[in-house]
Protein backbone atom coordinates (compact mmCIF):
# COMPACT_ATOMS: atom_id res chain seq x y z
CA UNK A 1 0.00 0.00 0.00
CA UNK A 2 1.78 3.67 -0.89
CA UNK A 3 0.16 5.12 1.67
CA UNK A 4 1.93 2.50 4.30
CA UNK A 5 5.32 3.11 2.31
CA UNK A 6 4.97 7.06 2.23
CA UNK A 7 4.38 7.41 6.26
CA UNK A 8 7.24 4.51 6.58
CA UNK A 9 9.32 6.89 4.75
CA UNK A 10 8.23 10.08 7.20
CA UNK A 11 8.71 7.99 9.88
CA UNK A 12 12.60 7.40 9.15
CA UNK A 13 13.11 10.49 8.69
CA UNK A 14 11.69 11.24 11.97
CA UNK A 15 14.13 8.73 13.29
CA UNK A 16 16.72 10.67 11.65
CA UNK A 17 15.76 13.75 13.21
CA UNK A 18 15.14 12.17 16.89
CA UNK A 19 18.91 10.43 16.87
CA UNK A 20 19.75 14.52 15.89
CA UNK A 21 18.48 15.60 18.60
CA UNK A 22 20.07 12.66 20.90
CA UNK A 23 23.82 13.94 19.38
CA UNK A 24 22.60 17.46 20.43
CA UNK A 25 23.00 18.46 16.66
CA UNK A 26 19.13 19.49 16.65
CA UNK A 27 18.85 21.24 19.65
CA UNK A 28 15.66 23.89 20.48
CA UNK A 29 16.99 26.71 19.19
CA UNK A 30 18.24 24.79 15.36
CA UNK A 31 15.04 23.42 15.67
CA UNK A 32 13.24 26.70 15.90
CA UNK A 33 15.51 27.98 13.16
CA UNK A 34 14.43 25.02 10.72
CA UNK A 35 10.50 25.63 10.98
CA UNK A 36 11.12 29.06 10.34
CA UNK A 37 12.63 27.63 7.03
CA UNK A 38 9.93 25.31 6.34
CA UNK A 39 6.88 27.65 7.42
CA UNK A 40 8.16 30.76 5.69
CA UNK A 41 9.66 29.15 2.37
CA UNK A 42 9.46 25.33 2.04
CA UNK A 43 5.42 25.71 2.71
CA UNK A 44 4.55 28.33 0.74
CA UNK A 45 6.83 27.31 -2.43
CA UNK A 46 5.39 24.17 -2.50
CA UNK A 47 1.92 25.37 -2.49
CA UNK A 48 3.31 27.41 -5.29
CA UNK A 49 4.68 24.88 -7.19
CA UNK A 50 1.04 23.39 -7.64
CA UNK A 51 -0.18 25.80 -10.08
CA UNK A 52 3.58 25.64 -12.00
CA UNK A 53 3.17 21.84 -13.36
CA UNK A 54 0.39 22.65 -15.93
CA UNK A 55 -2.16 20.68 -14.05
CA UNK A 56 -5.37 22.08 -13.98
CA UNK A 57 -8.88 22.14 -11.98
CA UNK A 58 -12.33 22.18 -12.93
CA UNK A 59 -13.65 25.33 -11.02
CA UNK A 60 -16.33 23.90 -9.75
CA UNK A 61 -14.54 21.26 -8.52
CA UNK A 62 -12.95 23.96 -6.43
CA UNK A 63 -16.10 25.47 -5.59
CA UNK A 64 -17.01 21.89 -4.25
CA UNK A 65 -14.17 21.97 -1.91
CA UNK A 66 -14.54 25.54 -0.33
CA UNK A 67 -17.77 23.80 0.65
CA UNK A 68 -16.74 20.91 2.06
CA UNK A 69 -13.65 22.31 3.66
CA UNK A 70 -16.09 24.57 4.94
CA UNK A 71 -18.55 21.98 6.72
CA UNK A 72 -15.92 19.93 7.61
CA UNK A 73 -14.64 22.77 10.44
CA UNK A 74 -17.88 23.58 11.39
CA UNK A 75 -17.79 19.83 12.39
CA UNK A 76 -14.91 19.91 13.97
CA UNK A 77 -15.97 23.06 16.08
CA UNK A 78 -19.11 21.00 16.77
CA UNK A 79 -17.08 18.12 18.36
CA UNK A 80 -14.84 20.37 19.82
CA UNK A 81 -17.55 21.62 21.76
CA UNK A 82 -18.71 18.12 23.04
CA UNK A 83 -15.46 16.02 23.37
CA UNK A 84 -13.82 17.32 26.76
CA UNK A 85 -17.56 17.04 28.26
CA UNK A 86 -17.62 13.40 27.69
CA UNK A 87 -13.63 12.98 28.23
CA UNK A 88 -14.39 14.87 31.48
CA UNK A 89 -11.51 17.16 30.89
CA UNK A 90 -10.84 19.47 34.03
CA UNK A 91 -12.42 22.99 32.44
CA UNK A 92 -9.19 24.27 32.46
CA UNK A 93 -8.23 22.34 30.31
CA UNK A 94 -10.98 22.65 28.17
CA UNK A 95 -9.10 25.13 25.72
CA UNK A 96 -6.83 23.08 25.11
CA UNK A 97 -8.64 19.56 23.89
CA UNK A 98 -11.20 21.45 21.46
CA UNK A 99 -8.13 23.31 19.89
CA UNK A 100 -6.25 19.93 19.60
CA UNK A 101 -9.82 18.58 18.00
CA UNK A 102 -10.19 20.98 15.20
CA UNK A 103 -6.39 21.67 13.98
CA UNK A 104 -4.32 19.07 12.64
CA UNK A 105 -0.90 18.88 11.25
CA UNK A 106 -1.97 20.02 7.39
CA UNK A 107 1.38 22.02 6.79
CA UNK A 108 4.17 20.34 8.44
CA UNK A 109 2.58 16.59 8.17
CA UNK A 110 -0.35 16.96 5.65
CA UNK A 111 1.35 18.79 2.59
CA UNK A 112 4.10 16.18 2.00
CA UNK A 113 1.63 12.96 2.09
CA UNK A 114 -0.62 15.03 -0.46
CA UNK A 115 2.57 15.72 -2.53
CA UNK A 116 4.14 11.91 -2.60
CA UNK A 117 0.32 10.55 -2.83
CA UNK A 118 -1.61 12.55 -5.17
CA UNK A 119 1.24 14.71 -7.10
CA UNK A 120 0.77 18.79 -7.22
CA UNK A 121 -2.23 18.61 -8.29
CA UNK A 122 -3.49 17.70 -5.04
CA UNK A 123 -1.93 21.44 -3.08
CA UNK A 124 -4.53 23.63 -4.55
CA UNK A 125 -6.99 21.56 -3.46
CA UNK A 126 -5.48 21.30 0.09
CA UNK A 127 -4.77 25.52 -0.38
CA UNK A 128 -8.23 26.12 -0.23
CA UNK A 129 -8.76 23.80 3.50
CA UNK A 130 -5.44 26.25 4.63
CA UNK A 131 -6.97 29.52 3.93
CA UNK A 132 -9.94 28.22 6.26
CA UNK A 133 -7.38 26.65 8.46
CA UNK A 134 -5.53 29.90 9.11
CA UNK A 135 -8.38 32.10 9.28
CA UNK A 136 -10.01 29.87 12.39
CA UNK A 137 -6.60 29.22 14.64
CA UNK A 138 -6.36 32.92 15.01
CA UNK A 139 -9.94 33.28 15.51
CA UNK A 140 -11.48 30.77 17.18
CA UNK A 141 -8.30 28.93 18.18
CA UNK A 142 -6.98 31.74 20.09
CA UNK A 143 -10.78 32.32 21.53
CA UNK A 144 -10.82 29.04 23.07
CA UNK A 145 -6.94 29.23 24.68
CA UNK A 146 -7.15 33.39 26.00
CA UNK A 147 -9.11 33.51 29.19
CA UNK A 148 -8.04 37.19 29.42
CA UNK A 149 -9.44 38.50 25.91
CA UNK A 150 -12.09 40.37 27.13
CA UNK A 151 -9.34 43.23 28.27
CA UNK A 152 -7.70 42.79 24.44
CA UNK A 153 -8.57 45.98 22.82
CA UNK A 154 -6.21 45.58 20.33
CA UNK A 155 -7.03 41.91 19.55
CA UNK A 156 -8.74 42.01 16.55
CA UNK A 157 -5.86 44.32 14.43
CA UNK A 158 -3.40 41.73 15.63
CA UNK A 159 -4.97 38.76 14.64
CA UNK A 160 -5.94 40.42 11.00
CA UNK A 161 -2.03 40.51 10.65
CA UNK A 162 -1.22 37.04 11.87
CA UNK A 163 -4.22 35.50 9.27
CA UNK A 164 -2.16 37.54 6.64
CA UNK A 165 0.69 35.36 6.93
CA UNK A 166 2.71 33.30 4.32
CA UNK A 167 0.88 30.53 4.13
CA UNK A 168 -2.13 32.19 3.27
CA UNK A 169 -0.78 35.00 0.59
CA UNK A 170 1.11 31.70 -0.86
CA UNK A 171 -2.35 30.14 -1.02
CA UNK A 172 -3.90 33.37 -2.40
CA UNK A 173 -1.23 33.53 -4.92
CA UNK A 174 -1.67 30.13 -6.29
CA UNK A 175 -5.17 30.81 -6.67
CA UNK A 176 -4.66 34.29 -8.60
CA UNK A 177 -2.20 32.14 -10.71
CA UNK A 178 -4.90 29.35 -11.40
CA UNK A 179 -8.00 31.33 -12.26
CA UNK A 180 -5.79 34.02 -13.93
CA UNK A 181 -4.47 31.42 -15.92
CA UNK A 182 -1.00 32.46 -15.74
CA UNK A 183 2.04 30.09 -16.85
CA UNK A 184 4.54 30.43 -14.34
CA UNK A 185 8.15 30.76 -15.83
CA UNK A 186 10.13 27.72 -15.96
CA UNK A 187 12.57 29.62 -13.87
CA UNK A 188 10.18 29.98 -11.07
CA UNK A 189 8.79 26.76 -11.52
CA UNK A 190 12.46 25.77 -10.48
CA UNK A 191 12.85 27.36 -7.80
CA UNK A 192 9.30 26.90 -6.10
CA UNK A 193 10.26 22.78 -6.47
CA UNK A 194 13.41 22.88 -5.32
CA UNK A 195 12.09 24.71 -1.80
CA UNK A 196 9.10 22.73 -2.10
CA UNK A 197 11.59 19.42 -1.96
CA UNK A 198 12.86 20.88 1.23
CA UNK A 199 9.20 20.91 3.43
CA UNK A 200 9.29 16.77 4.02
CA UNK A 201 12.95 15.92 5.14
CA UNK A 202 12.97 19.14 6.94
CA UNK A 203 9.24 19.45 8.97
CA UNK A 204 9.78 15.34 9.91
CA UNK A 205 13.20 16.07 11.32
CA UNK A 206 11.79 18.48 13.59
CA UNK A 207 8.74 16.22 14.84
CA UNK A 208 11.46 13.56 15.21
CA UNK A 209 13.65 15.90 17.50
CA UNK A 210 10.54 16.96 19.27
CA UNK A 211 10.17 13.61 20.60
CA UNK A 212 13.49 13.34 22.50
CA UNK A 213 12.41 16.37 24.32
CA UNK A 214 9.32 14.18 25.79
CA UNK A 215 8.49 11.02 27.82
CA UNK A 216 6.60 8.64 26.01
CA UNK A 217 6.88 6.48 29.36
CA UNK A 218 4.63 9.54 30.82
CA UNK A 219 2.17 10.04 27.94
CA UNK A 220 1.66 6.65 27.28
CA UNK A 221 -0.16 6.86 31.29
CA UNK A 222 -1.87 9.46 30.22
CA UNK A 223 -5.61 7.18 29.54
CA UNK A 224 -7.65 10.81 28.29
CA UNK A 225 -4.97 11.67 26.08
CA UNK A 226 -4.82 8.23 24.71
CA UNK A 227 -8.58 8.09 24.36
CA UNK A 228 -8.84 11.35 22.73
CA UNK A 229 -5.88 10.40 20.50
CA UNK A 230 -8.28 7.47 19.12
CA UNK A 231 -11.29 9.69 18.53
CA UNK A 232 -8.87 12.51 16.79
CA UNK A 233 -6.90 10.06 14.65
CA UNK A 234 -9.16 7.52 13.62
CA UNK A 235 -12.97 8.11 15.03
CA UNK A 236 -13.18 11.28 13.31
CA UNK A 237 -11.35 10.70 10.08
CA UNK A 238 -13.59 7.63 9.20
CA UNK A 239 -17.04 9.13 10.39
CA UNK A 240 -15.45 11.91 8.33
CA UNK A 241 -14.78 10.09 5.26
CA UNK A 242 -18.09 8.27 5.16
CA UNK A 243 -19.90 11.70 5.77
CA UNK A 244 -17.88 13.55 2.23
CA UNK A 245 -18.00 10.16 0.45
CA UNK A 246 -21.83 10.68 0.12
CA UNK A 247 -21.01 14.12 -1.57
CA UNK A 248 -17.29 13.81 -3.15
CA UNK A 249 -16.85 11.20 -5.74
CA UNK A 250 -13.49 12.95 -7.37
CA UNK A 251 -10.78 10.47 -5.70
CA UNK A 252 -8.43 13.30 -4.98
CA UNK A 253 -10.36 15.48 -3.34
CA UNK A 254 -11.41 12.29 -1.20
CA UNK A 255 -7.96 11.85 -0.50
CA UNK A 256 -7.52 15.36 0.76
CA UNK A 257 -9.99 15.38 2.96
CA UNK A 258 -8.53 12.01 4.21
CA UNK A 259 -4.99 13.46 4.82
CA UNK A 260 -6.86 16.93 6.52
CA UNK A 261 -8.82 15.19 8.70
CA UNK A 262 -6.12 11.39 9.79
CA UNK A 263 -3.23 13.74 10.05
CA UNK A 264 -2.00 14.85 14.03
CA UNK A 265 -2.75 17.90 16.10
CA UNK A 266 -0.67 20.80 14.35
CA UNK A 267 1.97 21.92 15.82
CA UNK A 268 0.33 25.50 16.12
CA UNK A 269 -1.98 24.04 19.37
CA UNK A 270 1.34 24.00 21.52
CA UNK A 271 2.67 27.66 20.44
CA UNK A 272 -0.74 29.25 20.99
CA UNK A 273 -1.26 27.53 23.98
CA UNK A 274 2.57 28.63 25.26
CA UNK A 275 2.13 32.23 23.79
CA UNK A 276 -1.42 32.26 25.65
CA UNK A 277 -0.32 30.39 28.98
CA UNK A 278 -3.06 28.03 28.71
CA UNK A 279 -1.55 24.15 29.46
CA UNK A 280 1.20 24.44 26.66
CA UNK A 281 2.82 20.87 28.70
CA UNK A 282 -0.69 18.80 27.52
CA UNK A 283 -0.47 20.98 24.43
CA UNK A 284 2.83 19.35 23.42
CA UNK A 285 2.16 16.05 24.70
CA UNK A 286 -0.95 15.96 21.89
CA UNK A 287 1.49 17.30 19.08
CA UNK A 288 4.19 14.74 19.82
CA UNK A 289 1.41 11.86 21.03
CA UNK A 290 -0.58 11.96 17.82
CA UNK A 291 2.24 12.17 15.71
CA UNK A 292 3.76 9.31 16.96
CA UNK A 293 0.48 7.39 16.86
CA UNK A 294 -0.49 8.85 13.15
CA UNK A 295 2.65 6.66 11.51
CA UNK A 296 0.34 3.33 12.13
CA UNK A 297 -3.24 5.08 12.27
CA UNK A 298 -2.92 7.19 9.02
CA UNK A 299 -2.43 4.06 7.29
CA UNK A 300 -5.22 2.14 9.24
CA UNK A 301 -7.80 4.86 8.23
CA UNK A 302 -6.94 4.52 4.63
CA UNK A 303 -7.34 0.70 4.48
CA UNK A 304 -10.92 1.37 6.74
CA UNK A 305 -11.44 3.89 3.98
CA UNK A 306 -10.65 1.25 1.06
CA UNK A 307 -12.43 -1.65 2.87
CA UNK A 308 -16.12 0.36 2.93
CA UNK A 309 -15.09 1.14 -1.23
CA UNK A 310 -14.77 5.15 0.07
CA UNK A 311 -11.09 5.43 -1.70
Known sequence: ???????????LVMLAGFFA???????????????WIVVNIANPA???SSVSGGSWIQPEELAVTVFIAAAMFLCLMLAAAVLPKALDVPKSQYGVYRVMTVFSNIGFMGFPILSALYGKESLLYAALFVLIYNVLIYTYGILCLDAKQEGRAGM?????????????????GALALYFG??????????????????TAPLSMMVIGASFGQMSLQDMAKDV??????AIKLVGIPVLGMIAISKF??????????LVMLATPVGSMTAMLAQQYECDSELASK??????????????????????????
Open 181 to 198: NVQVPELFAQVFDMFANL
Open 156 to 172: LPDTLKKIGNVGVLASL
Open 286 to 311: GVAFTTLLSVATIPAVAAICRFLSIL
Open 21 to 35: ERKQILDEGACKKIS
Open 46 to 48: MIL
Open 224 to 229: RLLVFS
Open 1 to 11: MLILQQMAVLF
Open 248 to 257: VENPTLLGVC
